[in-house]
């Protein structure tokens, strides 16, 4: 196993940094990382917005939720689904408008977008933790996507997609055990066998509830079926639609 391998295998999700910045030439890196990563028909259609000024730091904090790794980090980069430029290109080209709506307004373009921008950001993750640092994904800034759009000016067709807090770590956190890996890897087409699942299902449910439990001292032992379901029992941003409507994405 190389060292590239043991790093990826080694993550989780880091929520205290020391209070240190980072440089411009490693924030230039892992930007330019998350360039490198694969871009469906060379679209790229993403746009990254690093947040230096504290002010705006404390305020997405408040929009994400509260929460304190948002504001105290060494660099906070927002990822934001990006339609606008192509709008952009073809008007260099002379295109009009209406010719390249429908395009832009289709659901295939949309998925475009989320796929390019999360490939970029997870190249940015992997190059900011060889460099030593610690990463959090931060999708609370969903919970006010309006004013977190307001906040950073996006135009039109532009959508905050999720925060990356990134920083040197204060301490480590512990590593969440994954889905056993026969539960989410199929030879050949999906396994159906649903009393195979549920086994897994079931073995990994007692691996979380044990977890837990030693994480908390016993006053957590929360199951992973459990807290899925209490997930699916309530919905969240089921205003999301009528928002990316409102930003020029109806989904045609």
């Given at each position: 196993?190389?060292?590239?391998?043991?790093?990826?295998?080694?993550?989780?999700?880091?929520?205290?940094?020391?209070?240190?910045?980072?440089?411009?030439?490693?924030?230039?890196?892992?930007?330019?990382?998350?360039?490198?990563?694969?871009?469906?028909?060379?679209?790229?259609?993403?746009?990254?917005?690093?947040?230096?000024?504290?002010?705006?730091?404390?305020k997405l904090?408040?929009?994400?939720?509260?929460?304190?790794?948002?504001?105290?980090?060494?660099?906070?980069?927002?990822?934001?689904?990006?339609?606008?430029?192509?709008?952009?290109?073809?008007?260099?080209?002379?295109?009009?408008?209406?010719?390249?709506?429908?395009?832009?307004?289709?659901?295939?373009?949309?998925?475009?977008?989320?796929?390019?921008?999360?490939?970029?950001?997870?190249?940015?993750?992997?190059?900011?933790?060889?460099?030593?640092?610690?990463?959090?994904?931060?999708?609370?800034?969903?919970?006010?996507l309006k004013?977190?759009?307001?906040?950073?000016?996006?135009?039109?067709?532009?959508?905050?997609?999720?925060?990356?807090?990134?920083?040197?770590?204060?301490?480590?956190?512990?590593?969440?055990?994954?889905?056993?890996?026969?539960?989410?890897?199929?030879?050949?087409?999906?396994?159906?066998?649903?009393?195979?699942?549920?086994?897994?299902?079931?073995?990994?449910?007692?691996?979380?509830?044990?977890?837990?439990?030693?994480?908390?001292?016993?006053?957590?032992?929360?199951?992973?079926?459990?807290?899925?379901?209490?997930?699916?029992?309530?919905?969240?941003?089921?205003?999301?639609?009528?928002?990316?409507?409102?930003?020029?994405?109806?989904?045609?």
């Amino acid at each position: 196993m190389n060292d590239v391998i043991k790093m990826v295998l080694n993550h989780r999700s880091i929520r205290s940094y020391l209070d240190k910045p980072l440089t411009e030439e490693q924030i230039k890196i892992i930007v330019q990382s998350a360039q490198a990563a694969a871009t469906s028909s060379y679209v790229q259609a993403y746009s990254i917005i690093g947040i230096k000024n504290q002010l705006q730091k404390d305020k997405l904090a408040e929009l994400a939720g509260n929460q304190a790794y948002v504001a105290k980090n060494g660099h906070f980069f927002v990822f934001c689904l990006d339609l606008h430029r192509l709008e952009i290109a073809a008007e260099i080209e002379g295109a009009k408008p209406e010719t390249i709506e429908l395009t832009l307004n289709s659901t295939e373009m949309f998925m475009i977008g989320l796929i390019d921008t999360a490939l970029a950001a997870q190249n940015a993750a992997i190059a900011a933790e060889s460099m030593g640092l610690g990463i959090c994904y931060i999708g609370g800034l969903r919970n006010q996507l309006k004013a977190v759009t307001e906040l950073l000016q996006l135009p039109k067709r532009v959508i905050p997609l999720f925060g990356l807090s990134v920083g040197y770590p204060a301490n480590l956190s512990d590593q969440k055990p994954r889905l056993p890996l026969l539960s989410v890897y199929h030879d050949d087409g999906y396994n159906q066998d649903k009393e195979q699942l549920m086994e897994y299902l079931h073995t990994y449910d007692q691996e979380i509830s044990n977890y837990y439990s030693e994480r908390t001292q016993g006053a957590r032992s929360e199951r992973w079926t459990e807290a899925m379901t209490k997930l699916l029992q309530n919905p969240k941003r089921l205003e999301m639609k009528q928002f990316l409507k409102d930003n020029k994405i109806p989904l045609e």
